[in-house]
């Protein structure tokens, strides 16, 4: 359970609140040890007072300490690992999902940007899984401001678009980067895909229009995790790859113009001028 999860984490619990039913849960037990307040309330008390369909026998209120973008990035700097960035992601779900990935893939961090779903929101918290409480995630940045700092210290930022990127297999992501996830509703901003310094998208088969953002960045963040494991694709080389269509977010439309041939570059990545 969270509260498990937020104690093993060494997370300052402030107090704790728990019906009968979760009297004897080695959490509360742990809680009560370590000297939390610990309040007894009647059953189905949390209900009431809680925005939970359905809420657990027990409830913590612990404290928050804020994490600005920039120690994430000079965290993704010094360990050379990638940066889950969610670009106006509103949706909790999404948002906790790719919280958890980012921990699972082995990513320096996340960032949610401005008009971003609160990371608060007891449905993004249960959605991590626990993985707040071990990843350093800042919220509130500013998109482009962001982009360019990563770009002053060197690292990279990779927008992901559903048509016209590199794939993401034929990208080499194994020094990191900013991994830039859209929206689910309109994907990420045109002046974020500008700002960047190439587009990603997922190749698909089928008929399948689009993925969801939870979806797409876990396989972005996992393909930066494969390579660091056994290095790029061993398919045919970045310059014989062409622009896909792919998929990064669920989108109702394109957000980017084609890549095309990669703008001449060398490795076929469309690339703004530094």
Do not use: Y
């Not at 060494?10 to 037990?29: K, N």
């Not at 189905?44 to 657990?56: E, K, N, S």
């Not at 790719?98 to 779903?117: F, K, M, N």
């Amino acid at each position: 359970m969270l509260l498990a999860e937020a104690l093993a984490a060494g997370v300052e619990i402030r107090s704790v609140f728990v019906e009968p039913a979760g009297q004897d849960l080695p959490a509360v037990r742990t809680a009560r040890g370590a000297g939390v307040d610990v309040h007894d309330v009647l059953d189905g008390a949390l209900a009431r007072v809680l925005d939970m369909p359905t809420p657990q026998s027990v409830v913590a209120v612990a404290a928050a300490d804020p994490v600005q973008a920039d120690a994430v990035l000079e965290q993704a700097r010094s360990a050379r690992r990638p940066v889950m960035v969610l670009v106006e992601v509103q949706d909790p779900g999404n948002a906790g999902t790719l919280v958890r990935v980012a921990e699972a893939a082995g990513c320096a961090g996340v960032v949610l940007t401005e008009r971003s779903v609160d990371l608060h929101n007891p449905k993004t918290v249960r959605a991590t899984a626990g993985a707040l409480f071990r990843l350093p995630v800042a919220e509130g940045a500013d998109a482009l401001r962001l982009v360019s700092a990563a770009d002053g210290m060197g690292i990279p930022s990779w927008a992901t678009v559903r048509d016209g990127g590199t794939p993401i297999d034929a990208v080499d992501l194994r020094s990191g980067g900013l991994l830039l996830v859209g929206s689910e509703s309109h994907g990420l901003p045109t002046e974020v895909v500008a700002a960047s310094t190439g587009r990603l998208s997922i190749p698909m088969e089928g008929a399948v229009e689009s993925l969801n953002a939870a979806v797409a960045g876990a396989l972005v963040a996992f393909e930066a995790a494969r390579q660091r494991r056994v290095g790029l694709g061993t398919g045919p080389g970045p310059t014989d790859r062409e622009p896909v269509r792919g998929s990064a977010v669920a989108l109702g439309h394109d957000v980017s113009s084609p890549v095309g041939d990669g703008g001449g570059g060398s490795d076929g990545i469309e690339e703004r001028s530094r």
